[in-house]
């Protein structure tokens, strides 16, 4: 009997150890922040000033540039939405990583004339991460990184003029470097 509690007790703690060893790591806090979106939310497109770019080759299937460890920002969608896309509008040519709530990856590149665009249709709730790249370590895009629903209506070529207007308006300077969770209210 004490044999069987004792093997019982030894399986236990190794199967709790082999578990545990498994356990995905805790994404670090974004560079940018974090932001709760609410489907219909106001203003839209949602606008987040980026320094994006870093030494680590992204090495995901379909992905270019290097990255930071950490994502630039976090988009946490608190319902499902109909679908969204997530933009990066800088000077400088960059590219797109985005991981989805369930883990997988959508990255782009220069599909916005030299600046990337991803779309995401349906919008699943759940934390989206995203970071920014570029093709040499050295550079570091610095932009604004973009999330709006309006998708059906909205060609991608035309996000190029809003994003000019958007560009001519913010002092971009003035906002690169703040973080914090912040919110975006729905309708």
Known sequence: MFKRIFWGICIALATAAAVSAQAPAETPE?????????????????????????????????????????????FIYEAPSSGFRVFFISNQDATLVLQKPDGSFVCNDDSVGHDPAVEIIPGDAGTYLVWVGSYSEAVKPTGYLMLTEVYTTVAGHIL???????????????????????EAAGE
Request: aromatic share 10%.
């Open 160 to 182: 190029s003029p809003i994003a000019n207007f958007v560009i001519s308006y913010i002092p971009m300077e003035e906002f690169i470097g703040s973080t914090g969770e912040q």
């Open 30 to 74: 974004p560079d940018s922040g974090i932001y709760r979106i609410a489907p219909g939310f106001l203003p839209d497109p949602y606008i987040v000033t980026v320094r994006g770019g870093d030494n680590i080759s992204t090495e995901i299937e379909g992905c270019a540039g290097f990255i930071a460890e950490r994502p630039d920002a976090t």
